[in-house]
């Protein structure tokens, strides 16, 4: 399990799932021919991909960014997005020696399946939240959205079980930019759905983002190189180029809720093209 330490606050990265999705669907407008030469398909075009959530450790709260895909899959979708029903954040938060019933918040970028449904649980043919005591936190305009089904991606959100969960525990709706706790704020980022949001940990003289969507692997640092899901693509591309600039200039720790392969880095820039290093190479 990786951890970073920012002064008095502990980060742990827990694994919320893998899963992968259609390579030209996660590049949009980028030729197989790139892409593929960074990330190699399987047979069926799919990518890997992570479900990257953070457990941050702060001024006696537990505070959980994002919560995955959750375990409540029939054998036709398990196949479909190629699932492993093995890496669970439920297993996660177990080797983190975290009970979910300690987890004082829950704070979501948006409310696509892969980011909203671990924090629900199977029981019978219901679903019960699987961190019952924690404050859930979403932006109004995310939820209005969601419920509403206002999306290209419609078929990505759950209503019911929004509604569900909302019944069981503590719901708070945030308005734009909030702070959720002293050195923990969210920001708006829109590009993949238009209340979509990030968050920003400021922490021994250090900040760390948690950016959701607007840079979801790596591989998402060219500028181009956009998920065909976002509902604003070129929303994405301007203010995704301005994040990576000012990451990069301010050394902020970024980390990325799809990488398959590393939880966090920070960024260097060279001229337009942005790149990823690793932390402790950069000191
Ligand atoms: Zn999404």
Not at 236 to 262: N, Y
Request: hydrophobic content about 35%; overall charge negative; some cysteine.
């Amino acid at each position: 399990m990786r951890r970073l330490q920012l002064g008095e606050v502990e980060v742990l990265h827990l694994q919320g799932g893998r899963f992968r999705l259609d390579g030209g669907t996660m590049f949009g407008v980028v030729p197989k021919a790139l892409w593929q030469k960074e990330c190699s398909p399987d047979p069926e075009n799919r990518v890997d991909l992570a479900c990257n959530c953070l457990l941050l450790k702060m001024g006696g709260e537990l505070i959980l960014l994002d919560t995955g895909i959750g375990e409540r899959f029939s054998e036709r979708e398990q196949a479909m997005y190629g699932i492993d029903p093995t890496q669970t954040l439920r297993t996660s938060l177990a080797a983190a020696n975290c009970a979910p019933t300690d987890i004082t918040q829950v704070a979501f970028t948006h409310l696509h399946f892969d980011h909203f449904c671990g924090s629900l649980l199977a029981k019978g043919d219901e679903v019960t939240p699987l961190f019952p005591n924690a404050v859930h936190l979403v932006q109004r305009g995310e939820w209005e959205d969601a419920i509403a089904g206002r999306s290209t991606m419609k078929s990505s959100y759950r209503p019911g079980e929004f509604r569900t969960l909302a019944r069981q525990v503590e719901f708070r709706m945030l308005n734009g930019s909030e702070i959720l706790t002293p050195g923990l704020e969210s920001f708006i980022t829109g590009g993949h759905t238009q209340w979509h949001q990030g968050f920003r940990l400021q922490a021994g003289g250090q900040t760390l983002v948690y950016p959701g969507e607007l840079i979801p692997t790596r591989s998402h640092l060219r500028p181009y190189w956009n998920m065909a899901y976002d509902m604003f693509p070129h929303q994405t591309l301007t203010d995704k180029s301005a994040f990576s600039a000012r990451a990069a200039a301010e050394r902020w720790i970024i980390a990325w809720d799809h990488d398959s392969t590393s939880p966090w880095n920070r960024i260097k820039q060279d001229g337009d093209k942005f790149t990823s290093i690793d932390i402790e190479e950069d000191g």
